[in-house]
């Protein structure tokens, strides 16, 4: 049987990694200058788009944080719902988005080098529609206050099935070798993580403590 701990990586959620991913010299000031394209094009509905980690050259924002939580959960199109995720008491519940985000950003790039895992046109159009399906006629609202084109979203949504996929990998390979299949996903985004420098920009919108990591 799947580990429970290992089930909240499947969903998208990486609820052990902050330890794994941030260390105190990787914190930069807000104010450190950006040549840089966000993950994300402008538009999501949040006042601002402030800088929260950089990886492999590319910017994990404010916004961007947004659109992967409300893909996780489309209740959060719900203005009551979106202010109780964006409330001080919801910062664990971001930083663990973030995490996700920051994950995804390694993969983009191992996979561009190595192309261990590939997505296909098809996989894509299905988990589209799923996603339609969840947001109903919120959906044309969610891509245009994000300012999402469909190519933009497919691009999005692949990351999403790829990190999905190498957490089946590594979770199977795991499970045939009596491996705690949550153990070997922490190692293996440490080895990541080794390969990648993550810078982790100071804010208390996804970021707790970061001065004592």
Known sequence: ???????????GLVPTLALALATPEAAIP?????ALKSVVPPGAPIKKD???????GRVITTRALLIEA????????DEEKLRAFLSP????????VLNRLIVQEMLREENRIFASET????????ETQAQRKAFGAEWKTFQANAELSNAETRDKIRSRLLLGKYIRTRTEAALRDKVEPSTAIEDWVKQLRSRYKVFLFKNDFATRKLEAR
């Open 119 to 126: 997505v296909s046109d098809a996989e894509i159009d299905v």
């Open 50 to 56: 402030n800088a929260l980690a950089r990886i492999a």
């Open 1 to 11: 049987m799947m580990s429970a701990r290992v089930v909240p990586f499947l969903f």
């Open 30 to 34: 807000p104010s450190a200058p950006l």
């Open 89 to 96: 008491a919801s910062l664990p519940v971001r930083e663990l």
């Open 70 to 77: 409300k893909l996780d959960d489309p209740s959060l199109m």
